[in-house]
């Protein structure tokens, strides 16, 4: 089993900046990808940013494109390398919704059914 568990959401202003943190702990060696996903009320769970867990490739959603870096901590044997986070910067309106960091050991990586487990999720809401 795997256990993540995010945080950095809060409440910014339009133009903002926030970084989210996924801790994750227990059976992460056959990890392949972590991700970011969000979910806006009544729409499909959407990919904002992946990385993978050993090659440190990452990919961005076209809709966040620019505006995010997702990265994972370097430091090595300790518990802070379990650590992905999301900056997001130049933060918009749209942005507001609930975010949510999985773990896929699959091949595939785009769709939410690629990951297997999942945070709780922590809420960005951007005013205007």
């Known amino acids: 089993q795997v256990q993540l568990v995010e945080s950095g959401g809060g409440v910014v202003q339009a133009g903002g900046s926030l970084r989210l943190s996924c801790a994750a702990s227990g059976r992460t060696f056959d990890t392949t990808t972590v991700g970011w996903f969000r979910q806006a009320p009544e729409k499909e769970r959407e990919l904002v940013a992946a990385i993978s867990w050993s090659g440190g490739r990452t990919l961005d959603a076209d809709s966040v494109k620019g505006r995010v870096t997702i990265s994972r901590d370097n430091a090595k044997n300790t518990v802070k390398q379990n650590t992905v986070y999301l900056q997001m910067n130049s933060l918009k309106s749209e942005d507001t919704t609930v975010y949510y960091c999985?773990?896929?050991?699959?091949?595939?990586?785009?769709?939410?059914?690629?990951?297997?487990?999942w945070g709780q999720g922590t809420r960005v809401t951007v005013s205007s």
């Open positions: 999985a773990m896929s050991s699959s091949m595939s990586h785009n769709l939410s059914i690629h990951y297997d487990y």
